[in-house]
């Protein structure tokens, strides 16, 4: 299994960056993918999960409204769409399968936002 995270960068507040996550190993399309995210001395946690079927999709509240999960099941990739960015959105953002809420495999190296003037 291989995630790989990327996209990230520095902007702004208020500006907007997209994230991708190629995904090999096993089968994308019938998988729930989620993004999390880990800031500094925060612990991980849940930001968004986009199930099989795209109508299903759930956000964490404090990214609701500004950041947007999407899915290319042809690709085997996932994407997130952040727009409105601020400080506290600042964080190593990673992928993975997901059970319900939970994480199927090993974490990959993410991919870093910083959001600063």
């Known amino acids: 299994v291989q995630l790989v995270e990327s996209g990230g960068g520095l902007v702004q507040p208020g500006g907007s960056l997209r994230l991708s996550c190629a995904a090999s190993g096993f089968t994308f399309s019938g998988s729930t993918m989620g993004w999390f995210r880990q800031g500094p001395g925060k612990e991980r946690e849940f930001v968004a999960r986009i199930r099989s079927i795209e109508s299903l999709i759930n956000y964490a509240d404090s990214v609701k409204g500004r950041f947007t999960i999407s899915r290319d099941n042809a690709k085997n990739t996932v994407y997130l769409q952040m727009n409105s960015l601020k400080p506290e959105d600042t964080a190593v953002y990673f992928c993975?399968?997901?059970?319900?809420?939970?994480?199927?495999?090993?974490w990959g190296k993410g991919t870093l936002v910083t959001v600063s003037s």
């Open positions: 993975n399968k997901l059970q319900g809420y939970s994480a199927m495999y090993p």
